[in-house]
């Protein structure tokens, strides 16, 4: 020890320096870690299709692909919506209860075994715009009444849930539109119309984020919210058309749900918040906010489903998934979250 600290003694300025790490170094190794974080997902996915394929070859099977694609489609359409309020550095809890009313309303408005009503599609244009406007009615509760996103959005949760159950009798109401349950049903190029229908809401997730100056406003401010305030930017206006934009891919999901079951009851959510937060982290979206998007999105969705159809190939047991699934999302938040910004953790 005390010949290393005499060797350095002797060592002139210029000989130091080159032994230290400047901060050109240490700026590359950063700059190559965040890239590595960013297609982590991808070569996760990647491995994940071999491993499987290798245990189990019907996992390459076009029928076993078509469920899969089929099995995101839901998942898909909620993480969409999500992405944009975890951009921001916050978080949406009436995932569920947004979709359960959309759902309820699609299938009391339709054809239907509890009423006489017949609407046909206008029963789906209503039952998104209900889930619309409970986004932009989180958003308002949120950013008026400056409540923290969990708790308001906690509460329009179990505000949605009930109004569902309460409209639907505490009991499950059959889906009998024959032109909505194509939504499931009917197969466009092999695929059912469910897929296309969450394709075409990945698209317009893509177009609102890279191409529309509400897109860019989220990003900012979700980087930084005083720095986007000093830019002009008005937060509370980006906020509250986040929500109501989440809100809308709940609806379309709400929809797809409805037609995929044939029915709508209290239980037609379950599972899906965790699901749909799951694949946006899993995707490399950092919950501090600023970073990631809906590309990232969809390869976590991916991943979330490839994983669940893997282990029920390879006759994995249901508990055993879910721990599966919990480890996923705690080495997924590990590995998102940039620990040079973070000085505290809460």
Not at 233 to 253: D, E, P, S
Not at 303 to 332: D, E, F, K, R, W
Request: glycine content about 10%; hydrophobic content about 55%; charged content about 10%.
């Amino acid at each position: 020890m005390t010949t290393n600290i005499e060797n350095i003694k002797t060592m002139t300025k210029s000989e130091r320096a080159d032994a230290m790490p400047t901060s050109g170094s240490r700026l590359v190794n950063k700059l190559n870690l965040k890239r590595w974080r960013s297609y982590a997902p991808v070569v996760v996915l990647i491995a994940l299709c071999i491993l499987i394929t290798i245990a189990n070859p019907n996992f390459i099977e076009l029928r076993n692909l078509v469920r899969v694609a089929n099995s995101a489609a839901v998942p898909l359409t909620l993480a969409m919506g999500l992405t944009f309020i975890i951009l921001l550095g916050s978080i949406d809890l009436s995932v569920e209860g947004s979709l359960s009313v959309a759902a309820m309303v699609t299938v009391l408005l339709a054809t239907n075994d509890a009423n006489a009503n017949s609407y046909g599609w206008f029963a789906v244009i209503a039952a998104i715009a209900a889930s619309t406007l409970m986004g932009f009615t989180t958003g308002i509760i949120q950013t008026y009444l400056r409540i923290p996103s969990f708790m308001a959005t906690l509460g329009v949760w179990f505000i949605g849930l009930g109004i569902s159950v309460y409209m639907l009798g505490g009991s499950a109401v059959r889906l009998m539109d024959p032109s909505i349950r194509d939504l499931a049903l009917m197969r466009v190029l092999g695929l059912p119309l469910a897929v296309w229908v969450a394709f075409a809401s990945f698209l317009l997730a893509c177009v609102v984020q890279y191409y529309t100056r509400l897109g860019r406003h989220i990003l900012a401010i979700g980087g930084g919210e005083d720095v986007a305030e000093l830019s002009g930017i008005n937060l509370r206006r980006v906020r509250i058309m986040a929500f109501g934009l989440a809100g809308f891919f709940f609806g379309v999901a709400g929809v797809l749900s409805a037609a995929q079951l044939g029915r709508s009851d209290a239980v037609i959510a379950d599972g899906r918040l965790f699901a749909a937060v799951t694949a946006v982290v899993v995707g490399g979206t950092a919950l501090t906010g600023g970073e990631g998007g809906v590309i990232n999105t969809l390869v976590g969705v991916l991943i979330v489903t490839v994983l669940s159809n893997g282990m029920i190939l390879l006759g994995v047991s249901p508990y055993v998934q879910q721990t599966v699934q919990g480890l996923m999302i705690i080495a997924a938040v590990a590995l998102s979250l940039d620990r040079l910004r973070l000085q505290i953790v809460k």
